[in-house]
């Protein structure tokens, strides 16, 4: 390692007093009252994004949507968001430039996967130059001489040249470019960036390496080249209304949580208020609590990336507190759980620890369980309707009050522009019926009884809780301890009664060398007290 990579490194490694910090603070409510200087409003966006931005660090990543009109802040909020983590990691994919990204990343391997540089192109030999004659016989004899002689050389050489380039061409028959995906964040600022679907199948996290072709046209020629991927990344795509049913749209929303910035007009009068306020030589220096922030996430990856730290889930009855009614929930409760998990990640120096085999692994708790609930209920509608937030309270609000009646997209706009002072139109009310009949909100049927081309809907939701679910006593500490204290026996059940629980503190502040945690052991007893709660309750008593 190298002093500057050292330099780097001291700087970046938490200080005792600054985990003394994280193990003391709310860490999600310090990153949330920090980054309000930034961005106001918009919490379940902030939230969302700080734990898609940790599921980076770990082998489960989670992908998210961000849906909503043009302009209300869905690239600006992701993008402070992400201002905290790693930035050598963070890829931004605009139009057109999907292609360059796999340039970019990728190394270019021959069909035996051995890597192809391309500066070791054989070169070609220079041809010696002619001699020149000079008024000396002698000197032109020995000059032809060393010409010939050269000559000779060069011919055999360039033998061995045209050869060798054919041997170098042969390499690329079969080749393919390898990108290693694991740990990245992919923010797609637009869905319609060329290569975009082919992105889509590395969501899945079905399997951890996929093959597909992009096609290239270089000086007009149409190329294919081969991709291999390999790992799971994270990606965040920024959508527009406009991608409402489209197949690219929908393809991408089934893979991740979709989450839409607020448009309240108190939210707009604030961030106009905010940016009034910006004092220019105060934006230079960054603020103390990003700086602690950006410091503790980078300790965090860098643990994690060491390859012996893994999250445990120690509820084996984890399933229980998440709904399993439609076909989504499946992945729904994957990601439900990988949230979780970086929730606990984010908590790392708050978590107990266990080792097997060489491996340390993070047990999560009851409070990274009810933070992850209470969010995921907010978003689980739209998550599953692949919809945006506006368009759900849309219907529940001008749609729902005609449960019991056959209605028309003329008799919504006449309810809107009856309820506000800013107008609709039947284009823009027919979109969103259209829409909200495709997610199975609404049925639509053509209206035989008339002369035009006219739809009747009929509603299909006609209870908010059958597309939700409610905390209610969920968010209780002890209620959520009834339940998940048998699945965390089931868990004891299952592993050794010889384990030793373990909490992460600093080794050795300063020290340049490869960073390693100090595991300190601690009774089973007090491992316990954290990962059902009790010892949280007693730290936000005090």
């Given at each position: 390692?190298?002093?500057?990579?050292?330099?780097?490194?001291?700087?970046?490694?938490?200080?005792?007093?600054?985990?003394?910090?994280?193990?003391?603070?709310?860490?999600?409510?310090?990153?949330?009252?920090?980054?309000?200087?930034?961005?106001?409003?918009?919490?379940?966006?902030?939230?969302?994004?700080?734990?898609?931005?940790?599921?980076?660090?770990?082998?489960?990543?989670?992908?998210?949507?961000?849906?909503?009109?043009?302009?209300?802040?869905?690239?600006?909020?992701?993008?402070?968001?992400?201002?905290y983590f790693p930035q050598a990691k963070i890829h931004y994919i605009a139009k057109n430039s999907a292609t360059a990204f796999y340039h970019d990343n990728g190394i270019l391997r021959d069909k035996q996967g051995k890597e192809i540089n391309l500066d070791?192109?054989?070169?070609?030999?220079?041809?010696?130059?002619?001699?020149?004659?000079?008024?000396?016989?002698?000197?032109?004899?020995?000059?032809?001489?060393?010409?010939?002689?050269?000559?000779?050389?060069?011919?055999?050489?360039?033998?061995?040249?045209?050869?060798?380039?054919?041997?170098?061409?042969?390499?690329?028959?079969?080749?393919?470019?390898?990108?290693?995906?694991?740990?990245?964040?992919?923010?797609?600022?637009?869905?319609?960036?060329?290569?975009?679907?082919?992105?889509?199948?590395?969501?899945?996290?079905?399997?951890?390496?996929?093959?597909?072709?992009?096609?290239?046209?270089?000086?007009?020629?149409?190329?294919?080249?081969?991709?291999?991927?390999?790992?799971?990344?994270v990606a965040i795509f920024a959508m527009t209304d406009r991608w409402m049913g489209k197949r690219e749209g929908e393809r991408a929303t089934r893979q991740a949580f979709v989450v839409s910035p607020e448009e309240t007009e108190e939210k707009i009068k604030?961030?106009?208020?905010?940016?009034?306020?910006?004092?220019?030589?105060?934006?230079?220096?960054?603020?103390?609590?990003?700086?602690?922030?950006?410091?503790?996430?980078?300790?965090?990856?860098?643990?994690?990336?060491?390859?012996?730290?893994?999250?445990?889930?120690?509820?084996?009855?984890?399933?229980?507190?998440?709904?399993?009614?439609?076909?989504?929930?499946?992945?729904?409760?994957?990601?439900?759980?990988?949230?979780?998990?970086?929730?606990?990640?984010?908590?790392?120096?708050?978590?107990?620890?266990?080792?097997?085999?060489?491996?340390?692994?993070?047990?999560?708790?009851?409070?990274?369980?009810?933070?992850?609930?209470?969010?995921?209920?907010?978003?689980?509608?739209?998550?599953?309707?692949?919809?945006?937030?506006?368009?759900?309270?849309?219907?529940?609000?001008y749609c729902k009050p005609f449960e019991i009646l056959d209605f028309t997209a003329n008799a919504i706009v006449n309810k809107y522009n009856e309820e506000n002072t800013k107008k609709t139109n039947h284009s823009t009310v027919y979109k969103k019926l259209?829409?909200?009949?495709?997610?199975?909100?609404?049925?639509?049927?053509?209206?035989?009884?008339?002369?035009?081309?006219?739809?009747?809907?009929?509603?299909?939701?006609?209870?908010?809780?059958?597309?939700?679910?409610?905390?209610?006593?969920?968010?209780?500490?002890?209620?959520?301890?009834?339940?998940?204290?048998?699945?965390?026996?089931?868990?004891?059940?299952?592993?050794?009664?010889?384990?030793?629980?373990?909490?992460?503190?600093?080794?050795?502040?300063?020290?340049?060398?490869?960073?390693?945690?100090?595991?300190?052991?601690?009774?089973?007893?007090?491992?316990?007290?954290?990962?059902?709660?009790?010892?949280?309750?007693?730290?936000?008593?005090?």
């Amino acid at each position: 390692m190298t002093i500057e990579e050292n330099k780097s490194f001291v700087q970046n490694i938490l200080t005792l007093e600054e985990i003394d910090i994280f193990q003391r603070k709310d860490i999600i409510q310090y990153f949330l009252d920090d980054i309000d200087h930034e961005v106001k409003h918009d919490k379940d966006v902030k939230l969302t994004g700080l734990f898609v931005g940790v599921s980076s660090f770990l082998e489960e990543t989670i992908n998210l949507t961000l849906k909503g009109k043009s302009g209300i802040g869905k690239t600006y909020t992701m993008k402070k968001v992400l201002s905290y983590f790693p930035q050598a990691k963070i890829h931004y994919i605009a139009k057109n430039s999907a292609t360059a990204f796999y340039h970019d990343n990728g190394i270019l391997r021959d069909k035996q996967g051995k890597e192809i540089n391309l500066d070791d192109m054989p070169k070609e030999p220079k041809e010696p130059k002619k001699i020149k004659k000079s008024k000396d016989d002698n000197e032109n004899k020995q000059a032809s001489e060393k010409y010939e002689q050269d000559l000779e050389k060069y011919k055999q050489e360039h033998e061995k040249y045209k050869q060798d380039v054919k041997d170098w061409l042969l390499r690329f028959e079969d080749s393919f470019l390898e990108i290693d995906l694991s740990n990245k964040i992919l923010f797609f600022l637009d869905a319609e960036a060329e290569g975009f679907e082919d992105m889509l199948p590395l969501l899945s996290h079905d399997v951890k390496s996929a093959e597909f072709n992009i096609t290239e046209s270089p000086k007009g020629a149409f190329k294919t080249k081969h991709i291999k991927t390999k790992g799971f990344p994270v990606a965040i795509f920024a959508m527009t209304d406009r991608w409402m049913g489209k197949r690219e749209g929908e393809r991408a929303t089934r893979q991740a949580f979709v989450v839409s910035p607020e448009e309240t007009e108190e939210k707009i009068k604030e961030a106009n208020k905010m940016q009034a306020s910006i004092l220019k030589w105060q934006v230079k220096h960054e603020r103390k609590a990003k700086t602690e922030i950006k410091k503790l996430l980078e300790a965090e990856r860098r643990l994690f990336s060491t390859g012996k730290f893994q999250i445990q889930m120690p509820f084996f009855n984890l399933n229980d507190l998440y709904p399993s009614t439609e076909v989504r929930d499946m992945r729904g409760f994957n990601q439900f759980k990988s949230t979780v998990e970086a929730c606990t990640a984010l908590h790392v120096y708050h978590r107990p620890v266990i080792e097997i085999e060489g491996i340390y692994y993070v047990l999560s708790t009851i409070d990274d369980v009810r933070t992850v609930l209470k969010l995921t209920s907010r978003l689980y509608e739209n998550t599953v309707a692949n919809a945006d937030k506006a368009l759900t309270d849309f219907y529940w609000k001008y749609c729902k009050p005609f449960e019991i009646l056959d209605f028309t997209a003329n008799a919504i706009v006449n309810k809107y522009n009856e309820e506000n002072t800013k107008k609709t139109n039947h284009s823009t009310v027919y979109k969103k019926l259209k829409a909200l009949s495709r997610m199975g909100y609404l049925d639509k049927q053509l209206h035989q009884e008339t002369n035009r081309k006219t739809y009747l809907f009929t509603c299909l939701k006609l209870n908010k809780e059958e597309t939700c679910f409610h905390l209610a006593d969920l968010e209780k500490t002890e209620f959520l301890r009834s339940i998940l204290e048998k699945g965390f026996n089931s868990f004891l059940t299952n592993t050794s009664s010889n384990i030793v629980y373990y909490i992460i503190e600093k080794n050795k502040e300063g020290t340049a060398s490869e960073w390693e945690p100090k595991l300190v052991p601690i009774p089973f007893e007090r491992a316990k007290e954290l990962v059902l709660g009790f010892e949280e309750a007693r730290l936000k008593e005090q």
